[in-house]
């Protein structure tokens, strides 16, 4: 599936040269310096081409001494039989002169839409986080996102693959977390979406190791995005994420909530059908 999707991938880049440059120069401005996973329902969209800049910035003065700053941009290209997303995420901080905080993330996904209920997908996916000791990891995985239920105003999504994740951490010595890591994880989402005066995005992960279930990650993302003027955007962000296995060094839960503005632009109109009925 990932070979077909190399090969799909590489035809329609010929055909969409200019646009596909664009988004991949959009993801690199932003991806330098986020969490582990994307909340990927979020992005799509119906038809055409839009996407996201987005810009955080916070800090204070006095009795705490802080500074952090974070960027963000996706594009989607949406087609009658595919969707591209392409996507960076990244986030960097300092205390008292220096780093607390530096994460960064690329996400690159391609899903088969025209299967309305159905729909194979493929993905790949590169990311760091300094405050987790994590100093590299990389995935390459496929599945099929099941669409449930779509309306106006209300989305429900499934999503059920496999990946390979290779990791590099700096643990410990006398650590009995390994270094380096390269298993196959089950890749399981399920997502929901509310779309009224604001739009609210909930996705769930939870991904294990088929041979050891104990070896599990959960994540939710939660989303809250409202319009402020045109096309800006006021964005809240609520991330929990438990990692059973980590190194000595971190803990188990992670909690984060954060707030930021974006620029959206292009077509991000639903479809307005009910694809229930399909």
Known sequence: MVYFAHCVFRKSLKKNFKTYILGIFLLCLCASTSNAQVNIEQYRTSNG???????????????????????????????????????????????????????????????????????????????????????????????????????????????????????????????????RTSVIRANNYANIQIRKKATITITAYYQFIPNNTKDFRLLLNTQIASRVAGPLQQVTTIRYRRDSRPPLTVKKNDFTIGTSFALSFGDKKKKTEDTSKK
């Open 49 to 179: 081409v839009s996407g996201n800049i987005g810009l955080s910035l916070g800090g204070a003065s006095g009795n705490s001494d802080f500074f952090t700053g974070g960027g963000a941009a996706n594009v989607t290209i949406a087609k009658p039989t595919y969707t591209v997303l392409l996507l960076g995420d990244g986030l960097l901080g300092f205390r008292e002169g220096e780093t607390f905080s530096n994460q960064g993330l690329a996400h690159v996904r391609y899903t088969w839409t025209k299967p309305p209920r159905f729909q194979p997908e493929a993905f790949t996916q590169a990311d760091y986080a300094r405050p987790r000791e994590l100093t590299f990891r990389y995935l390459l995985g496929s599945g099929i996102r099941t669409l449930l239920f779509e309306d106006k105003t209300f989305t429900l999504t499934l999503g059920n693959g496999f990946m390979f994740e290779h990791e590099r951490l700096n643990v410990l010595l006398g650590d009995p977390h390994p270094a």
